[in-house]
């Protein structure tokens, strides 16, 4: 069993940045691979970002690409999302993921996480 906990987003200014962490208990998340989700008010769950065990491998959704970085610290059980040059189309609660994989690879689909985060708000006025 994993539980996840995402740090607290915030209010931001159009352009500035944000970095959330999200902190797993429980056992280590090194077979694990995680992600980022985002969902609007009124919009479904999208995809943000996916990072294999290691960190070697990242994955982004198009319209966060070269602004939002993901990262993760295996030792210390976290994974990180590093979101700069903020704007109003990004905000939403963001969700914090996993999902225990037999080896490593990216995950950018919903429905194959099976651990969530409870999910941090994140706001970027117009």
């Known amino acids: 069993q994993v539980q996840l906990v995402e740090s607290e987003g915030g209010l931001v200014q159009a352009g500035g940045s944000l970095k959330l962490t999200c902190t797993a208990s429980?056992?280590?998340?090194?077979?694990?691979?995680m992600g980022w989700f985002r969902q609007a008010p009124g919009k479904e769950r999208e995809f943000v970002a996916a990072i294999t065990w290691s960190g070697g491998n990242t994955h982004y959704a198009d319209s966060v690409k070269g602004r939002f970085t993901i990262s993760r610290e295996n030792a210390k059980k976290t994974v990180s999302l590093q979101m700069n040059r903020l704007k109003p189309e990004d905000t939403a609660v963001y969700y914090c993921?996993?999902?225990?994989?037999?080896?490593?690879?990216?995950?950018?689909?919903?429905?194959?996480?099976?651990?969530w985060g409870q999910g941090t708000q994140v706001t970027v006025p117009s």
């Open positions: 993921a996993a999902a225990y994989t037999s080896w490593s690879t990216i995950l950018p689909a919903e429905d194959e996480y099976n651990y």
């Open positions: 429980g056992q280590t998340i090194f077979r694990f691979a």
